[in-house]
């Protein structure tokens, strides 16, 4: 069985762009979260999609945004990137109640 | 590749020793614990969990122990060998919650 893919495994932007990032989860998995992994902050919560809804969001400014497809696919964006911005982001999934998450490779992401 | 060893307590051990990895959590209400191991260039893997009505569970080499009465977790891994070399997390979740919160992370080297 397939694991958790995420695509680009690594982009580079500049400040003020926007970047969309890309999760498929494991096949049968309908809960979808991500996360931002950084040396300073250790693993953030971003949010969280079950079912094409998002079920839980973390505490991330309104430039962070996220969708489910109907094959539970993820996708999340940020608007007009900061330095700041540049961290490790993970896609995991799970059945339900993420109590095991399945995490991907992760989108290593540089802010210029 | 990644970071995300930086600003991490470190714990460096020899191959063939038990290695001790601590975690103390912070929801009293907590009722879900699990460990995940973090290798260089990929994301968290799941290596046991533990629910609060159990003081102790094993697994292959590996056996996470549970103090409620002063919310701390452990990770033991015995014979540690250089494959174990990786960041390892503990992560809790309140029951309800479909949120699991990541501690900071845990460095473990194996010096072959």
């Known amino acids: 069985k397939a694991g958790v893919t995420q695509t680009p495994r690594y982009l580079i932007k500049t400040r003020g762009q926007q970047v969309t990032l890309s999760c498929s989860p494991i096949?049968?998995?309908?809960?979808v979260s991500w996360y931002q992994q950084t040396p300073g902050q250790g693993l953030q919560f971003l949010f969280e999609?079950?079912?094409?809804?998002?079920?839980n969001k973390g505490n991330f400014p309104g430039r962070f945004s996220g969708r489910q497809f109907s094959n539970s696919r993820s996708e999340m964006n940020v608007s007009t990137l900061e330095l700041g911005d540049s961290a490790l982001y993970l896609c995991?999934?799970?059945?339900?109640?993420?109590?095991?998450?399945?995490f991907g490779s992760g989108t290593q992401l540089s802010v210029l | 590749g990644e970071s995300v060893g930086l600003h991490l307590p470190t714990l460096s051990v020899q191959e063939g020793d038990n290695s001790i990895i601590n975690c103390a959590y912070s929801?009293?209400?907590?009722?879900?614990f699990i460990w995940y191991k973090q290798e260089s260039g990929k994301g968290p893997q799941f290596i046991i969990d533990?629910?609060?009505?159990?003081d102790k569970r094993q697994g292959q080499r590996v056996t996470v122990l549970l103090n409620k009465t002063v919310k701390h977790l452990s990770l033991q891994i015995a014979a540690t060998q250089p494959g174990d070399s990786a960041v390892y997390f503990c992560?809790?979740?309140?029951?309800?919650?479909?949120?699991?919160?990541f501690g900071r992370g845990t460095s473990l080297i194996v010096h072959p």
């Open positions: 995991a999934s799970s059945w339900d109640r993420s109590e095991k998450l399945f």
């Open positions: 096949s049968g998995h309908r809960s």
């Open positions: 999609y079950f079912s094409e809804t998002q079920r």
């Open positions: 929801n009293s209400a907590s009722d879900y």
């Open positions: 533990i629910r609060s009505n159990m």
């Open positions: 992560a809790e979740k309140v029951g309800g919650s479909y949120i699991p919160t």
